[in-house]
């Protein structure tokens, strides 16, 4: 079945700091790629998402491409704040038509990333 | 758009009592929405889809007399955790489906944290 796989953390980084985060998948289908991001004590917000190959999506500093090639949807971030310390998931959607189609996310096991001042 | 709110934040009950927990789309009309539980520093977990009108499709392993969903609107899903038990406490997230542009995507509650004394 699909499937979905981040980098293991706690990432830590200096405020400034370059971030990447790796995401990888396996799909049958022709799923939507998501990142969201969730803030101590809440739910989890939208950062950006991608529908198809080659698709850039960009948010608030942070960016990740649609790479069928190497089915990856790595996060990326020029330079970090403190602000940015979250939980970051990566998830894809099936989004094939007709009634197969659930809507179900499926979801990576989450990066913790921690910035220092 | 797309804000999804849940009610109450935070529920403190003790044992053997029902606990409901709403699920609410403030902007727009959600046909399906889900329910999510989380553990502490792990991913999160589907437990159902919640289809207005229709009953809620569970996941393997998640009692459907235990967690009881009802999606009379298309913005409201509520999930009642029935006699609850302190093994019942945990993070519980909903999230709402939209369909943007061609494309599915969830936005989530903030959660409620229930913990069962």
């Known amino acids: 079945g699909d499937s979905v796989t981040q980098m293991e953390g706690p990432v830590t980084l200096s405020e400034e700091a370059f971030l990447t985060i790796n995401c990888t998948y396996t799909?049958?289908?022709?799923?939507?790629l998501f990142w969201y991001v969730q803030y101590p004590g809440e739910g989890l917000q939208l950062l950006l998402k991608?529908?198809?190959?080659?698709d850039k999506g960009s948010n608030k500093g942070f960016e990740a491409t649609y790479r069928k090639e190497t089915t990856s949807f790595h996060l990326e971030k020029g330079s970090v704040q403190v602000s940015d310390s979250a939980v970051y998931f990566c998830?894809?959607?099936?989004?094939?038509?007709?009634?197969?189609?659930?809507?179900?996310?499926?979801f990576g096991q989450g990066t913790t990333l921690q910035v220092k001042p | 758009g797309a804000v999804v709110s849940q009610h109450p934040s935070w529920v403190i009950c003790k044992s053997g009592t029902s606990v409901k927990i709403e699920c609410r789309s403030l902007?727009?009309?959600?046909?399906?929405m889900f329910w999510y539980r989380q553990f502490p520093k792990q991913s999160l977990m589907l437990m159902a889809t919640?289809?207005?009108?229709?009953?809620?499709?569970?996941e393997q392993g998640v009692e459907k007399d235990k967690f009881l969903i009802n999606h009379a609107s298309l913005t409201l899903s509520t999930l009642t955790v029935t006699s609850a038990h302190p093994e019942d406490s945990s993070f519980y997230i909903c999230?709402?489906?939209?369909?943007?542009?061609?494309?599915?995507?969830?936005?989530f509650g903030p959660g409620t944290r229930l913990t069962v004394l």
């Open positions: 919640s289809n207005e009108g229709s009953k809620a499709t569970y």
């Open positions: 799909a049958t289908g022709y799923p939507s």
């Open positions: 902007d727009f009309q959600a046909t399906t």
């Open positions: 998830a894809l959607s099936d989004q094939s038509q007709g009634s197969g189609n659930t809507g179900k996310l499926i």
């Open positions: 999230s709402a489906r939209a369909r943007r542009g061609g494309i599915d995507t969830q936005y």
């Open positions: 991608a529908t198809k190959a080659d």
